[in-house]
């Protein structure tokens, strides 16, 4: 069946840049997503990417995706302490549904 | 634009009673949307898909007469956890899909975070 792996935690220092991981089983995903959770809320989309792209960029997130490994990741530039959160990737399957990981809690020291 | 609300945001309910939570799509019409539960430090897990004018297909091991499910307009979808049991306390989050452009985009509520005592 789908499945989606990421690792479970990341610490990096204020400035920094991070990388979060993620590979995917079904290769017949249309688009992958990036997801960030706050404590206690919701899920807020951050970015997708087509299934035929290699890289898209957005301010200070970058998506890189190798779709013959199935490995998917988002890089964030200049890492902030808001940016900590768990973030999210997702594989869109048959009928729209999202699969997703089980999320990377970021922390951010200052 | 793509917002999603929850209601209520949290909900206190004693066991066997019933809980309706409201799921609204604000500035789009969202023909699905779906509905997830979320246990504390764990992912997603996707409970059922909740079509427009149609009956909810939901994900194995769900009950679909413990959870039910009614989309009845393009902007609102709700579900009722039935003779709730503290088992069935979690966060539940629904989603909205848009499509724009061709391109399908989902959109989450905040989440409703249901306590049965």
């Known amino acids: 069946g789908e499945d989606v792996e990421q690792s479970l935690f990341l610490s990096v220092r204020e400035g920094d840049s991070s990388v979060i991981n993620c590979t995917y089983t079904?290769?017949?995903?249309?688009?992958l997503y990036w997801y960030k959770q706050e404590p206690g809320a919701g899920l807020q989309l951050l970015t997708y990417?087509?299934?035929?792209?290699d890289m898209k960029q957005d301010q200070r997130l970058t998506v890189l995706l190798n779709k013959k490994d199935k490995h998917l990741s988002l890089r964030i530039a200049d890492t902030q302490t808001g940016d900590s959160a768990i973030y999210f990737c997702?594989?869109?399957?048959?009928?729209?549904?999202?699969?997703f990981g089980q999320g990377t809690e970021l922390s951010v020291k200052p | 634009g793509a917002v999603v609300s929850q209601h209520p945001s949290w909900v206190i309910c004693k066991s066997g009673t019933s809980v309706k939570i409201e799921c609204r799509s604000l500035?789009?019409?969202?023909?699905?949307m779906f509905w997830y539960r979320q246990f504390p430090k764990q992912s997603l897990m996707l409970m059922a898909t909740?079509?427009?004018?149609?009956?909810?297909?939901?994900e194995q091991g769900v009950e679909k007469d413990k959870f039910l499910i009614n989309h009845a307009s393009l902007t609102l979808s709700t579900l009722t956890v039935t003779s709730a049991h503290p088992e069935d306390s979690s966060f539940y989050i629904c989603?909205?899909?848009?499509?724009?452009?061709?391109?399908?985009?989902?959109?989450f509520g905040p989440g409703t975070r249901l306590t049965v005592t």
């Open positions: 500035d789009f019409q969202a023909t699905t």
């Open positions: 990417i087509f299934s035929n792209m």
């Open positions: 989603s909205a899909r848009s499509e724009l452009a061709g391109v399908y985009e989902q959109y």
């Open positions: 997702a594989e869109s399957i048959q009928g729209g549904k999202l699969i």
């Open positions: 079904d290769s017949s995903s249309t688009y």
């Open positions: 909740s079509n427009e004018g149609s009956k909810a297909t939901y």
